[in-house]
């Protein structure tokens, strides 16, 4: 069966700090990796997707993926409260996504 | 575009009753997904449908039945609620299956008692 792990957190980040969320992935062959946020009581939306091996960077988010390592990253830059979530990552097969139980991540002003 | 909507919001249900959970999407997307999430978890796949007709098992999918009949709605039937189906469910749609992104409804909380 398709894994996908997070570092369980909960993680806390002073603002304005750079905030480091993880994961892992088992299948090999998945070329598709996603990272979603979601607020308490909210749906989940996307953030970043990536496909690519190296970095890719939207504004104050960057996603780095190494497909040798099976290991994918959201970095986010001088983290507001506003960033204060859970993040998911999530994995593409070909017909549907896997996704990680999420890291809550908290902003401390 | 009113994206992916699902109704109710929220409903109690007594053990034993059964519901639907609706859930719409006018994107024009073929996939479609119903997951639930438990307090504190992931996203845990029930079922999904590649398009109107077809259907396929999730992770989860005891307890639970679906129909794909148009492109646009793909309702959850719950037969039976049990207190292990309380959680929040949410359907989501894709145009690519698993090689771009999920847009998700708001959500529907599902009380079982």
């Known amino acids: 069966q398709k894994e996908v792990e997070q570092n369980s957190g909960p993680l806390s980040v002073p603002e304005g700090a750079i905030a480091s969320l993880n994961c892992t992935y088992s299948?090999?062959?998945?070329?598709?990796f996603f990272w979603y946020r979601q607020y308490s009581g909210k749906s989940p939306e996307l953030i970043m997707s990536i496909y690519s091996n190296g970095d890719k960077e939207d504004g104050r988010f960057t996603a780095q993926l190494n497909k040798a390592s099976q290991y994918v990253s959201l970095l986010i830059r001088d983290s507001q409260p506003s960033d204060s979530a859970t993040y998911l990552c999530?994995?593409?097969?070909?017909?549907?996504?896997?996704f990680g139980t999420g890291t809550r991540l908290t902003i401390i002003p | 575009n009113a994206g992916v909507t699902q109704t109710p919001k929220f409903r109690i249900l007594k053990i034993g009753q059964s519901m639907t959970l609706q859930c719409t999407q006018d994107?024009?997307?073929?996939?479609m997904y119903w997951y639930r999430q438990d307090p504190g978890m992931g996203l845990k796949l029930i079922y999904y449908?590649?398009?109107?007709?077809?259907?396929d098992k999730g992770e989860v999918p005891n307890g639970y039945n679906v129909s794909r009949s148009t492109t646009e709605d793909f309702p959850l039937r719950l037969e039976l609620a049990a207190p292990s189906q309380t959680s929040v469910y949410f359907c989501a749609s894709t145009g690519r299956g698993g090689q771009e992104t999920q847009y998700f409804g708001p959500g529907t909380r599902l009380l079982v008692l």
């Open positions: 999530a994995v593409g097969g070909n017909e549907k996504l896997t």
């Open positions: 449908s590649v398009g109107a007709g077809i259907t």
């Open positions: 299948d090999r062959g998945s070329q598709s």
């Open positions: 994107m024009n997307h073929n996939y």
